[in-house]
């Protein structure tokens, strides 16, 4: 069976990317190159079953397309399939950009951005060109006048990966993130994303108004841009280096560091024999546009351009950013690393259900904090099942018109289980639609990401916690990774804590999908409401909350309930 699903979705993703009516012996060679084995027959009867779902459409004798159910099936798929499905179509984006910077001719890739006119949207985005705040002042532009729609195709930073590589030289992009800038010059990356393990482009994850302020760095030289990282090979530097000199003469560049060999490039740590790379995000003139409340969406890495259809933005330039030194900064702290560091002072008791947990602690105005409450409380009353009652108030924050509200953090439960000795391994923080049929619809490991995964889809918006009239709920949740042999244990252990505020959606079994995502074999999955749900709750009703997850420890007697 899931093998099966896993061909349809295949089969309604080769259908989407043609954007055309397609045939089943062009689906099936398609196929053959993503290494399913599947003949026009076999093609033909899924795509039966994908009519019948309403995901395709036939079209007389020809071929099929895709319906917009089809589109937003494919959107959700296999979650665990698209968490895969990213960092490959980021490698086979790399392995197809071949460009010629001799005769200034071949493939780029590009990020894509669409929006609707509005007043000074197109300004705004020159204003980044302008700076040189990008790889390359070449973008394509083209507009619909029929519905005034605008798509702008900017050059991506994997672009150079491709071009390096297409010249024999090996250089993995790493991380994408956030780089904070002080005075012109790249200071370190405070956050950082995996390029692996993730449902959502990392870039994508950081550009949104309330994480980068790129139009502060225009205006004073100091605020947060997103930024690229990538390693190569030492030997290869000196090969590297001339190939990156020639691309800045056809207008390819946006390199902002350079590191030596084994050397700590603006907070990220190098392994020896390697140097880094710090190239700034394709995306960076579009998050001006985020910055300043435009409506507008953005794909990193999407799609294939020839160069030669590409014309520049702007033909005027003012350097705002100068070189960066690399061993400069603190190194970027991740998010499992500062967790494990916190498991070992989970002290909590089972029998006498009191001890420290691990807790979350959001920032509001105090003079929103009844309203806050008010929504915790009713998100809490609508959905206890799934949510938290457990919280505190923490003043003495440093600004007098500030105030704390932590919650219980569902590493919690990670720690509490280590201390009665059971390995459990904190390996998604995601997005679970509960529906009629729950799936997650968002994933992004832990291992390999700077920021708790939920606080990322709480900038983005993308959560629905408070009472709707859609029937269904976009509530955060962790993923939890236990060997099977302490199956039993865990279940006995549960069934002991399981009014101590960390909400379990689910136990799963040995190699079974839970929610639709797969696990490690020899584990099994257990899954817990976040203890940030009903922030994000408060972040939907319009209030400005900073929200600081993994921060801090709390007994659970000196918790309020939401009773």
């Known amino acids: 069976m899931l093998d099966s699903e896993h061909k349809m979705i295949e089969i309604l993703r080769i259908i989407n990317e043609h954007e055309k009516i397609v045939g089943s012996k062009k689906i099936a060679k398609e196929l053959q190159y993503r290494g399913f084995n599947l003949g026009e027959?076999?093609?033909?009867?899924?795509?039966?079953?994908?009519?019948?779902?309403?995901?395709?459409?036939?079209?007389?004798?020809?071929?099929?397309?895709?319906?917009?159910?089809?589109?937003?099936?494919?959107?959700?798929?296999?979650i665990y399939d698209q968490v895969d499905f990213i960092f490959s179509k980021s490698e086979e984006m790399i392995y197809n950009s071949f460009f010629d910077f001799k005769n200034h001719d071949g493939n780029v890739i590009t990020c894509t951005s669409n929006f609707?006119?509005?007043?000074?949207?197109?300004?705004?985005i020159k204003t980044g060109f302008q700076a040189d705040l990008a790889i390359s002042p070449y973008v394509n532009c083209q507009k619909k006048w029929d519905d005034g729609s605008i798509k702008i195709n900017t050059i991506c930073a994997t672009t150079i990966n491709g071009i390096l590589l297409s010249n024999g030289i090996i250089s993995r992009p790493l991380y994408s993130g956030l780089l904070e800038?002080?005075?012109?010059?790249?200071?370190?990356?405070?956050?950082?994303?995996?390029?692996?393990?993730?449902?959502?482009?990392p870039l994508e994850a950081f550009a949104t108004n309330k994480m980068t302020s790129v139009g502060d760095v225009l205006e004073t030289g100091t605020g947060t841009i997103p930024a690229v990282f990538?390693?190569?090979?030492?030997?290869?530097?000196?090969?590297?280096?001339?190939?990156?000199?020639?691309?800045?003469?056809?207008?390819?560049?946006?390199?902002?560091n350079i590191g030596e060999n084994n050397e700590?490039?603006?907070?990220?740590?190098?392994?020896?024999?390697?140097?880094?790379?710090?190239?700034?995000?394709?995306?960076?003139?579009?998050?001006?546009?985020?910055?300043?409340?435009?409506?507008?969406?953005?794909?990193?890495?999407?799609?294939?351009?020839?160069?030669?259809?590409?014309?520049?933005?702007?033909?005027?330039?003012?350097?705002?950013?100068?070189?960066?030194?690399?061993?400069?900064?603190?190194?970027?702290?991740?998010?499992?690393?500062?967790?494990?560091?916190?498991?070992?002072?989970?002290?909590?008791?089972?029998?006498?259900?009191?001890?420290?947990?691990?807790?979350?602690?959001?920032?509001?105005?105090?003079?929103?904090?009844?309203?806050?409450?008010?929504?915790?409380?009713k998100t809490y009353k609508n959905l206890s099942e799934y949510i938290s009652p457990y919280y505190k108030i923490v003043d003495n924050l440093g600004d007098c018109n500030e105030v704390g509200i932590a919650t219980i953090c569902s590493l919690s439960l990670d720690g509490i289980l280590v201390k009665n000795g059971i390995l459990s391994t904190p390996k998604y923080g995601g997005l679970l639609e509960m529906a009629p049929n729950p799936q997650f619809i968002e994933l992004i490991a832990y291992n390999g990401s700077s920021l708790d995964p939920h606080v990322i889809y709480i900038f983005k918006d993308l959560t629905l916690v408070n009472t709707n009239k859609k029937g269904y709920w976009k509530l955060l949740s962790s993923i939890k990774e236990i060997p099977v042999v302490a199956r039993e244990d865990t279940h006995n252990l549960l069934s002991l804590i399981k009014d101590i505020g960390i909400p379990i959606y689910k136990v799963g079994k040995p190699r079974e999908l839970v929610y639709n995502t797969k696990i490690n074999a020899y584990n099994f999955a257990v899954?817990?409401?976040?203890?940030?749900?009903?922030?994000?709750?408060?972040?939907?009703?319009?209030?400005?909350?900073?929200?600081?997850a993994v921060e801090s420890l709390e007994k659970l007697s000196n918790m309020e309930k939401l009773t």
């Open 41 to 78: 027959r076999a093609v033909r009867y899924h795509l039966k079953i994908l009519d019948e779902r309403g995901f395709t459409e036939r079209v007389s004798n020809v071929g099929r397309i895709i319906t917009q159910s089809g589109k937003k099936e494919l959107n959700k798929g296999l």
């Open 116 to 124: 609707k006119h509005q007043e000074g949207i197109l300004k705004t």
């Open 264 to 377: 700590n490039v603006l907070g990220i740590p190098v392994t020896e024999g390697m140097f880094g790379v710090t190239i700034i995000g394709g995306l960076t003139p579009l998050c001006l546009a985020y910055e300043k409340g435009y409506d507008l969406t953005i794909k990193s890495g999407e799609e294939i351009f020839k160069y030669k259809d590409l014309s520049p933005m702007s033909t005027l330039k003012k350097n705002v950013l100068k070189q960066g030194k690399s061993n400069v900064g603190n190194k970027v702290q991740f998010i499992l690393s500062k967790a494990w560091n916190l498991f070992g002072k989970v002290d909590f008791d089972v029998e006498t259900c009191d001890g420290n947990l691990i807790t979350n602690i959001s920032i509001i105005k105090k003079e929103d904090l009844d309203v806050s409450i008010e929504t915790m409380y």
């Open 181 to 201: 800038v002080e005075d012109q010059t790249p200071k370190q990356f405070t956050h950082l994303i995996s390029f692996k393990n993730t449902s959502i482009t």
């Open 527 to 548: 899954v817990t409401g976040s203890g940030l749900n009903p922030i994000a709750a408060i972040k939907e009703k319009g209030i400005d909350i900073k929200v600081k």
């Open 230 to 256: 990538s390693t190569l090979p030492i030997n290869s530097k000196e090969k590297a280096l001339n190939i990156l000199e020639k691309l800045k003469m056809v207008g390819i560049n946006g390199i902002l």
